[in-house]
């Protein structure tokens, strides 16, 4: 008894220390994470199409302001909506993007707390489990992904919460149930999840108690599927699910989840891996001059990991799940800078996993070991425990010199405002205040709903993103009448120049090649010119026109 | 009992014959969930409906809550819930090589009148209100869940005919078809864990698992849902007319066959009872109650000696009704307490706590098990009882043991 007293203490002062240890690393990541998040990185137009939909969900009560395509299952800007709904709006806390952007650093700060948790639980190691969280929270490429409202950043977390759930230390069924369920939010956010699947149910199989495994297993296996399954219905009761022109999709043009999910499949197709040439190794370039600590470190040790799987099972299966995802990226199709965001906090995780299992052989060698020979291991543990956050540090500081993120100049960089930014407030501020409501404007989508969301009228209603009156025949035909002379105004972002020219919108070049900028605005390298359309009867003034028939 | 100073135990009671019938398996896993797995949650919320055997039960618990109540055609379940309501801890245990063997009722008819029974008995218990003085809002909660299950039931059985014909001619937003198909997904979730559960159930068991039966129970689950409905939609017809007699359940012996052929369990776990002289039903009775006293007799003289060690060897209740020793409840049946039991067990308890179940037929046709040798009735004895006595390995447990070897040696 007299001994059992001091050791309850000592345990209660570990947990309140490690609960200390915790809220400091949540608060680093969140201030590397929250500090100019609003400002840095400029605003991407895979944002905006995602408020937008967020903003369609909470208004529209449909999953897209325009066609829903099934490009993505929507959970992720539900999500998204419901966050909106929380706050009161989308203009909580500015933009729209940045009302999604507050919403990201949640996901950070949640992702981070998980992530402790599963290194903790693997490694048994605070140490380990604090170097994997300071490398997914100070890497200045996650921190550039991670602020920006896509939906990977929201896949993440819910991997991770599932991949937690799933390394209690006691797995009952109902635990079991609800990893399944956190997967299924995940790969109902992105679908790239999906790629986990095989490596998570092992686990469930080799984490669940014998006696109830294949039950544990079967039923998380059928609780993702039917939760992947419910998509299909929804396509499937929309009746939308097989391409029109076959027996079973019937004559009436629609959309179709099949098709839409060929096209990803084989958007911008190459040869993935085994091309030099394609997507997949051009942004690996991009990656490794970016991030060489997590992706070249992370990916080493992950396959370091498959082979220390035999005795490390855990720590194996994290490299698997490390590799499922590289699946992904590898499979032959269009590969996005920030398709890398599920992979970041694994690829810590290898990292500090696999330095972890080395810093403790060298500790079971110490043990094992008498004399010198113990003297020897003793120092060489320290010194691996030193090294290793030393490697941590070094890494860090190299990558805040990288030139791939402009950081080469001012490693700080990440925590100011960018340029970019200003000049795209500056733009949509001056849209608010010079044109008239009721004009048409081809617009970027990272400014739509501060376009359609405006407090006390009906916004832009007639402003559309360039992919929409461009593609969608709902907008180009039924808004434009697919005749340019409808077109008020265009907002040309370098974005909607490049893709217009990339890929020969219709209806948008035209647009231009019968505009003039009014106004411009400029910063660096970012300029925002915006256009307007010469219709041959122009009304004096920023007046609104009538449509032509 | 005696280490966890629990008053209540309810062991474990499984249907075996899971080939006979077509309902059989399903028929089987559900006891194997329900005795593995449900009560076991239902013991921790502290809610508890009782099987009607293989329940032990400390005397003075019994006599605070005033014994069984005769009139419920379900007063397994209904002293549970009074029990329960006592806050006693209770205990369930699962256990392969010590669950209580039964069968499946022989035909489809047998089986909505089982389930009427209980369904109808559930209703009775809710109507008494029992549950309502329970302590605590999770116990009321899970007892209310519980007890009105059967008119859920039911109510999702006349549902089927509507639903059928929705599906047909009307056209619904999407969200509420999405909606509509959620009860659905949870069926074809249960499907799939009764599949998990045959395999799980033939694997503890050491029985072979058909590499068809899914798809047989692909084929017979709906069919069997179905029936337990109909049940259901027979106890709201029953209830209403205020129809209230017990409906016996037939017994066969198509359990021992299958535990045979599969486990070969040994002696020392059960003794067989000795073969009649004659196939008429009446003297074979006669014969067998003779001679089955006399080997009980030997038992409970042994099972004195162990309780007679024992702290609570005067207020230790075991209420053998089981139907798995058909012949005790014809000794019932004929309001002859079988004087066996009283030197050890039953003497402890007034008469009046274990009421004879008159609603027993006292014609009830003598099962063939006691002219066929290998399907006579057994007796199983208490672990005590078959340690002391022999030593030989139970096959199933040796199989489990070594399997736990295994996997014991993985890392975890």
């Known amino acids: 008894m007299l001994n059992k007293q001091p050791a309850t203490s000592y345990q209660q002062l570990r947990q309140i220390a490690e609960l200390l240890l915790i809220l400091v690393i949540l608060l680093i990541a969140g201030f590397a994470h929250g500090v100019a998040m609003f400002d840095n990185p400029f605003y991407l137009g895979d944002e905006g199409t995602y408020m937008s939909e967020a903003w369609a969900v909470v208004k529209e009560g449909r999953f897209d302001p325009y066609t829903y395509t099934y490009g993505h299952a929507p959970l992720g800007w539900v999500q998204i909506a419901l966050w909106t709904l929380l706050v009161g709006g989308f203009h909580t806390f500015g933009t729209a993007i940045e009302t999604g952007r507050a919403f990201m650093l949640i996901y950070q700060l949640g992702s981070t707390f998980l992530l402790y948790g599963i290194a903790r639980k693997i490694s048994n190691s605070t140490i380990v489990a604090t170097i994997t969280c300071l490398l997914f929270a100070f890497s200045p490429y996650a921190i550039y992904i991670h602020r920006r409202v896509l939906l990977d950043n929201s896949v993440t977390f819910w991997i991770l919460l599932s991949i937690l759930i799933l390394l209690s230390n006691r797995l009952t069924l109902n635990r079991v149930w609800l990893s399944a369920v956190a997967l299924g939010i995940g790969i109902l956010s992105k679908e790239n999840a999906i790629f986990l699947l095989p490596v998570l149910a092992y686990m469930v199989f080799y984490r669940t108690d014998p006696s109830h495994r294949w039950l544990a297993t079967i039923g998380w296996v059928t609780i993702v599927s039917a939760m992947v399954s419910y998509y299909v219905m929804f396509a499937a009761l929309n009746g939308e699910l097989f391409p029109y022109g076959t027996p079973l999709g019937g004559s009436r043009p629609h959309v179709s989840m099949l098709d839409s999910l060929l096209w990803q499949a084989g958007r911008e197709k190459d040869g993935g891996l085994f091309d030099t040439h394609s997507k997949f190794w051009h942004t690996v370039g991009i990656w490794w001059q970016a991030e060489p600590i997590l992706i070249i470190g992370g990916s080493t040790a992950a396959l370091l990991s498959i082979l220390l799987i035999k005795k490390y099972r855990l720590v194996g299966l994290m490299g698997i799940a490390t590799l499922s995802l590289w699946l992904f990226l590898m499979r032959g199709s269009l590969v996005l800078d920030f398709y890398i965001a599920p992979e970041l906090p694994f690829m810590a995780l290898n990292m500090a996993l696999v330095l972890g299992v080395v810093a403790t052989t060298c500790q079971e060698l110490w043990q094992k070991h008498h004399g010198s020979w113990r003297l020897f291991w003793g120092v060489l543990f320290r010194g691996m425990q030193v090294t290793m956050l030393g490697l941590c540090c070094a890494g860090m500081l190299l990558e805040y010199t990288s030139p791939a993120l402009g950081l080469q100049q001012d490693p700080s960089l990440l925590w100011k405002p960018a340029r970019a930014v200003a000049t795209q407030k500056a733009a949509l501020q001056w849209i608010q205040t010079h044109i008239a409501q009721c004009n048409s404007m081809v617009i970027d989508p990272s400014m739509w709903t501060d376009l359609h969301e405006i407090a006390g009228s009906n916004g832009y209603q007639l402003s559309h993103s360039y992919w929409q009156v461009a593609l969608d025949p709902a907008i180009q035909r039924g808004v434009f009448q697919n005749n340019w002379r409808n077109i008020d105004y265009i907002v040309a972002t370098p974005g909607l120049l490049f893709d217009t020219n990339f890929y020969h919108l219709p209806l948008v070049t035209q647009a231009l090649q019968n505009a003039s900028p009014i106004v411009s605005f400029k910063s660096g390298a970012t300029q925002i010119d915006i256009f307007q359309v010469h219709k041959g009867v122009l009304k004096p003034g920023l007046g609104c026109s009538t449509l032509d028939p | ?191 799939i864990a009764t599949v998990v559960g045959a395999y799980m159930f033939t694997r503890e068991y050491g029985l072979r698992f058909p590499i068809l039966l899914p798809l047989e129970m692909a084929l017979s689950f709906l069919p069997y849902q179905w029936l337990i409905g109909i049940s259901s939609v027979r106890v709201l017809y029953r209830t209403l007319l205020h129809v209230q007699n017990w409906e016996k359940t037939e017994h066969v012996g198509a359990h021992r066959i299958s535990e045979r052929e599969a486990t070969p369990l040994t002696t020392p776990s059960y003794v067989a009872l000795p073969k009649a002289t004659t196939n008429t039903p009446s003297s074979a009775l006669k014969a067998l109650v003779e001679e089955s006293t006399n080997a009980l007799k030997a038992i409970a003289k042994e099972s004195a000696a162990i309780l007679k060690d024992s702290p609570m060897e005067d207020t230790l209740e075991m209420r053998i009704l089981s139907s798995d020793i058909f012949l005790l409840d014809s000794i019932n049946n004929a309001d002859e307490t079988p004087t066996l039991l009283r030197p050890a067990i039953h003497s402890a308890t007034p008469r009046s706590t ?12 003598i099962p063939p098990c006691i002219v066929e040798e290998l399907n006579c009735p057994t007796v199983k004895l208490s672990d005590d009882i078959a340690a002391r006595t022999h030593k030989l390995q139970d096959p199933v447990l040796a199989n489990r043991e070594s399997r736990a070897q295994q996997q014991g040696g993985k890392e975890r």
């Open chain 2, 354 to 365: 274990v009421p004879a179940r008159p609603h027993i037929n006292p014609e009830t046709p």
């Open chain 2, 1 to 191: 009992m005696l280490q966890e100073k629990v008053g209540i135990v309810q062991a474990g009671v499984q249907l075996m014959n899971f080939r006979t019938h077509w309902y059989a398996i399903h028929n089987c896993i559900e006891y194997f969930f329900w005795f593995k797995s449900r009560l076991h949650f239902h013991a921790k919320v502290g809610m508890i409906p009782l099987g009607g055997n293989t329940v032990f039960f400390r005397r003075d618990l019994l006599e605070r809550v005033g014994g069984w109540d005769e009139a419920c055609l379900t007063e397994d379940a209904d002293i549970g819930l009074r029990l329960s309501v006592l806050n006693e801890p209770i205990r369930v245990v699962y256990d392969v090589q010590h669950v209580t063997r039964e069968e499946t009722p022989p035909n489809v008819g047998s089986f909505i009148r089982q389930r009427t029974r209980w369904q109808q008995g559930f209703l009775q218990v809710l109507a008494k209100g029992t549950w309502l003085a329970m302590p605590r809002f999770s116990q009321k909660l899970l007892a209310f869940y519980t007890l009105s299950y059967p008119l859920l039931q039911a109510a999702l059985t006349l549902l089927w005919i509507p639903a059928l014909l929705t599906v047909l001619w009307m056209k619904l937003p999407v969200w509420v078809a999405m909606v509509s198909f959620l009860p659905l997904y949870s069926l074809f979730f249960q499907f």
